[in-house]
């Protein structure tokens, strides 16, 4: 899953906010295709925010803005392609009219394999701060597996009247370019490709393709954005799709797709990130006064202080706009409401038996207490705790508790997480009085990720960091990176 990259030029690395008017700022993208008679190819988004260019008077009397791009696709250090053009605004009569934002898109043609991305941007009006940016690019794709595109959200389309550079499968497709959607967008439109699935089930076998939309933190599905659409497997298989989204609230979220057999067994399955905000949507009282609790689990715990020591720990597992509602609610200490939440919450989660998925959480939450809870923190508050509610128990320890020279470290390693393989997270005791290891690193996506956490291991010795250099002397017995590697 790749994220657009937000690009500006400031200062300064930590001016992420606040921007000044000179700054070119751009929104930049790319997605990877297969054609079955040409191979694979990449194509790239660009968005440049109108009003950071420099409009410069033209010899028509109009004001325009003009952008050097250049787009630099290497392997070990070898150009294999590139673009190299100049990017043109819309021509204003003046600049004091609305500076619109302009949007370009390539597409280019790369054999299989690895390839370092380069990008560079220039205002021809200002060629003092360019923008640049790199990334790693894999084209991996062939005619005999099974594989998806990755995804093109999609600000409009309309059929193709003749083939261009925004033609794919009948439709030209104008790209939305970004990962974030405001409240004055109204429905979520993606493009996506699953390829070969005609040798994996049979030519012009019935499927269908399932998206929907799922919280991020936790992964469950919503199922008021959820949608299918049939089709006969091919070569590729397209899918040009939207999902109304004015009721989804601000938060964090995955459009995933899948593919499913007539007997609706999963084959193949893709998903891509997107926040999205909607000040206008949120979790009220009044949303959970007509959930019927009688003769449930939750009408049976009465007390206060159990009820919100429950509510508490879903929020290892509980979305961001929950987690909210989860704070609101305690502070009113009334039972009703707090008891539809708890029923509603694991009702949302299995629909059928809502209780067998509390109980089970239930029993890792009172196991979670026992062994992390501190003076000052119940379990789940810890971060061992909440990394375990959150991804369950780790597939392999490494305690180290009396190396040399470093503080006392922990490092748990998760075969699989989603769609997520042999993720880590590094835990560490600085003050060596207390029990409680707080997470300094880990590679999973969505959590802390600190490239200099041995610094922090190794702190009793090494109180000076190099930040040009991850690389630390860890003294004689240091295993922390080894161990990390393993």
Request: hydrophobic fraction near 35%.
């Amino acid at each position: 899953m790749k994220k657009p990259v937000l690009l500006w030029v400031v200062l300064s690395l930590l001016m992420t906010t606040q921007l000044n008017a000179k700054d070119l700022q751009a929104l930049f993208y790319h997605a990877n295709f297969f054609s079955p008679a040409e191979g694979p190819y990449v194509e790239t988004y660009l968005k440049v925010f109108g009003p950071s260019a420099e409009y410069i008077k033209t010899a028509r009397g109009t004001f325009q803005a003009s952008l050097e791009v250049t787009i630099l696709f290497k392997k070990e250090e070898k150009i294999i392609d590139f673009r190299k053009y100049n990017l043109l605004s819309a021509e204003l009569e003046d600049t004091t009219q609305v500076k619109p934002h302009f949007i370009d898109q390539q597409r280019i043609s790369l054999p299989y394999g690895v390839y370092h991305l380069e990008l560079t941007v220039k205002d021809n009006a200002n060629k003092e701060n360019p923008i640049e940016s790199s990334c790693v690019l894999a084209m991996e794709y062939n005619k005999t597996e099974l594989k998806y595109s990755d995804f093109q959200f999609i600000e409009s389309f309309k059929a193709t009247q003749q083939d261009n550079i925004l033609s794919k499968s009948g439709f030209d497709l104008v790209p939305y370019v970004g990962d974030y959607f405001p409240a004055t967008v109204n429905k979520l439109t993606f493009y996506t490709e699953l390829y070969n699935l005609d040798k994996k089930i049979g030519e012009n076998q019935d499927f269908l393709f399932r998206y929907y939309l799922e919280s991020f933190e936790t992964n469950f599905s919503l199922g008021d954005f959820s949608k299918f659409q049939k089709q006969k497997a091919a070569a590729v298989n397209p899918i040009l799709a939207s999902i109304p989204i004015t009721d989804l609230p601000s938060g964090n979220y995955n459009l995933v797709v899948e593919a499913r057999d007539r007997n609706n067994e999963l084959i193949a399955l893709n998903k891509i990130f997107f926040q999205r905000s909607n000040p206008g949507m949120q979790l009220k009282l009044s949303d959970i006064q007509g959930v019927d609790i009688t003769s449930t689990f939750a009408e049976k715990i009465t007390a206060i202080d159990s009820l919100k020591f429950y509510l508490q720990s879903l929020m290892p597992v509980a979305s961001m706009l929950e987690i909210q509602f989860i704070r609101n609610i305690i502070k009113t200490n009334q039972v009703d409401p707090m008891q539809k939440f708890l029923y509603s919450f694991w009702k949302t989660r299995n629909d059928k038996s809502p209780e067998t998925e509390w109980n089970q959480y239930k029993s890792q939450v009172l196991m979670i207490e026992e062994a992390y809870k501190t003076k000052i923190k119940h379990g789940f508050e810890t971060d061992m705790g909440r990394t375990w509610l959150k991804y369950g128990a780790p597939n392999q320890v490494e305690d180290v508790r009396h190396e040399p020279n470093a503080f006392p470290y922990v490092i748990w390693q998760f075969y699989h997480i989603e769609d997520q393989s042999n993720r880590r997270f590094v835990f560490y005791n600085p003050s060596l009085a207390g029990a409680e290891y707080v997470l300094i690193h880990s590679d999973a996506r969505g959590e802390l990720y600190n490239p200099y956490w041995q610094y922090d291991i190794y702190g009793r010795t090494n109180q000076l960091k190099d930040y040009d250099s991850k690389d630390i002397d860890a003294g004689w017995g240091g295993r922390a990176l080894e161990n990390f590697k393993r």
